[in-house]
């Protein structure tokens, strides 16, 4: 069985701090991807990233960086200088299966403030 | 603009009524999918579609239906079966139907029965 798990329900920092969200993993598949999502207020999700179980480096984009390791299964997101625009749910999510079935955590609430 | 479209935003229905959301993509990607959304949860997989005139169960099917006839059109019926069918219903689609494809998500449809 696959599963993901967002530990943290809702994070609030104040605009600057840096933030990480954090994101674990179960899967017995050697081939599967993970994704973060994020939803704003407007619901829609937006893609942010995908990585492969099989390349372990590090990605950075801008402000956002993701930290993937295989060996704690874990797959966390920071987010430097956070500003008030970054106010959204964040979903973690994991695809390792066939049929390109998501699953999905239950999600983290950033709260930005001023 | 390519994207995903579906409508309505709010939908407000009767307990006992069959009610249909809407779900247009013009990406020209082939597979589809929805999902449910509930408060502190995270997305739920209902259906998908990964070709035309094909559709699978996802795991909580029971009380929905869907259709594909064509390709950008992928509709979903909440039927009276659905024991509790108030939620945010969110529709997403990937270029293919794989572990690696993202996929992209339309602005979702609230629907509540009273």
């Known amino acids: 069985a696959q599963k993901v798990t967002q530990a943290q329900t809702e994070i609030s920092v104040v605009e600057k701090e840096d933030v990480t969200l954090d994101c674990v993993y179960e899967?017995?598949?050697?081939?599967?991807?993970l994704f973060w999502y994020k939803q704003p207020p407007s619901g829609e999700l937006v893609f942010l990233i995908r990585?492969?179980?099989?390349?372990?480096q590090n990605e950075i984009s801008g402000r956002y960086s993701w930290n993937f390791q295989k060996s704690t299964s874990s797959f966390n997101f920071t987010i430097t200088a956070s500003q008030v625009v970054d106010s959204a749910v964040y979903f973690c999510a994991l695809n390792g299966g066939w049929g390109n079935k998501l699953v999905f955590g239950a999600g983290t609430i950033l709260r930005v403030k001023s | 603009d390519g994207g995903i479209t579906q409508s309505p935003k709010y939908l407000f229905r009767k307990e006992g009524q069959n009610v249909t959301l809407s779900c247009e993509q013009n990406?020209?990607?082939?597979?589809m999918y929805w999902y449910r959304q509930d408060p502190g949860q995270g997305l739920r997989l209902i259906y998908y579609s990964q070709i035309v005139n094909d559709f699978q169960k996802g795991d909580i099917a029971e009380g929905y239906s869907v259709s594909r006839e064509k390709k950008e059109s992928f509709p979903l019926t909440v039927t009276s079966a659905q024991k509790n069918p108030t939620a945010f219903y969110l529709c997403?689609?990937?270029?293919?139907?794989?572990?690696?494809?993202?996929?992209?998500f339309g602005p979702g449809t609230r629907l509540t029965v009273t």
């Open positions: 990585r492969n179980s099989f390349d372990e």
């Open positions: 997403a689609s990937s270029i293919l139907a794989g572990l690696s494809y993202e996929q992209y």
């Open positions: 899967t017995r598949d050697t081939t599967y991807y």
């Open positions: 990406l020209n990607h082939d597979a």
